[in-house]
């Protein structure tokens, strides 16, 4: 597979990216721009060593018109919150940042699908959106991707069951406000209820989940590793490549990724995480699925704490 993808931030998360890149067949081109160039050629140098082991694959150190005919650009681009600052403070200065490189990288890239991945990834991904001027298929969040990943980690260790058996999704905003939609939670095909049966039938013992513990854990898994071990980094690159791997495939799939609402479940104007058909040709629209009302208020409550946030920066 011959494509070309940029990476812009060379932080945590965007050196994984390109490193985690390098080890798979996926790219055969990666540019990785920073402002902090002293970084990016050490990150790149070090990715770069380490691909003799493979087939060849370019990776560079870059400025944004390197960045001309990629056929994914990927931000990752800004500030971790520091102690005392706000989540508003944050949201400002990040999209600051945002601001300041959109111009550029389009300008170099207008063809490209662009994934963002800088947080808070569901505002970020709406003033992209607003400001870039680009179709929006070419806009894709990573939004609440990693968190259904986290879900189905935690699933898979309570029912001691592989995660490639677990469809289950964590939808709404990437942050506080997420939640699952347990009426669209499956195993294999099965639904959890149905499940815990079959499993007795079969004589094993399976504990029923604890919902509220499980949403907890998801919710909290990124803060605990960060109290760890000082940022997240390694689960986040996996589940954007496959993204990646996702776009360039030769046909669509279902994710969890954030992106411009439209009327779906009464919500519009506003970016978030439902059930998305992705490929190719970027996003192709929100796939619906089955919730009950709860769980629909649970959405419209999560697009309206966004909005909210929307409503007080500065684009």
């Not at 699908?113 to 970020?124: L, Q």
């Not at 939808?171 to 939670?185: C, Q, R, V």
Request: charged share 20%; proline share 3%.
């Amino acid at each position: 597979m011959s494509s070309k993808i940029t990476i812009i931030g060379a932080g945590s998360v965007g050196s994984t990216i390109a490193y985690t890149l390098s080890t798979e067949d996926i790219a055969s081109e990666i540019v990785l721009i920073d402002i902090n160039k002293e970084k990016v050629e050490g990150e790149v140098m070090d990715i770069a060593q380490g691909t003799c082991f493979r087939d060849p694959i370019s990776i560079v150190a870059g400025e944004y018109e390197d960045a001309k005919d990629s056929d994914i650009v990927i931000i990752t681009s800004g500030i971790a919150r520091k102690p005392g600052q706000t989540r508003l403070e944050l949201t400002q200065t990040n999209v600051n940042i945002l601001k300041s490189i959109t111009p550029e990288i389009v300008k170099a890239a207008p063809n490209a699908i662009y994934i963002i991945v800088s947080n808070p990834v569901d505002i970020m991904t709406y003033v992209f959106t607003r400001i870039s001027g680009l179709p929006e298929n070419q806009i894709i969040g990573s939004g609440t991707m990693l968190d259904s990943a986290r879900l189905r980690c935690g699933l898979s260790e309570h029912l001691k069951v592989a995660q490639k058996n677990i469809h289950a999704y964590v939808f709404g905003e990437h942050g506080d406000t997420s939640f699952i939609p347990w009426t669209g939670a499956y195993i294999s095909g099965v639904s959890l209820d149905e499940y815990y049966a079959q499993m007795r039938k079969l004589g094993k013992e399976v504990q029923e989940i604890d919902k509220d513990a499980m949403l907890e854990y998801v919710r909290k898994s990124g803060g605990k590793i960060i109290a760890n071990k000082g940022a997240t980094f390694y689960a986040v690159s996996v589940a954007v490549c496959k993204l990646v791997g996702t776009v360039l495939a030769s046909s669509d799939s279902i994710v969890t990724v954030s992106s411009m609402m439209h009327g779906e479940y009464g919500i519009e104007d506003v970016c978030l995480s439902t059930l998305t058909l992705v490929g190719p040709n970027g996003v192709q629209g929100k796939v619906p699925m089955r919730m009950n009302k709860e769980e629909i208020e649970k959405l419209n409550a999560s697009a309206q704490a966004l909005k909210s946030v929307i409503a007080q920066i500065e684009l």
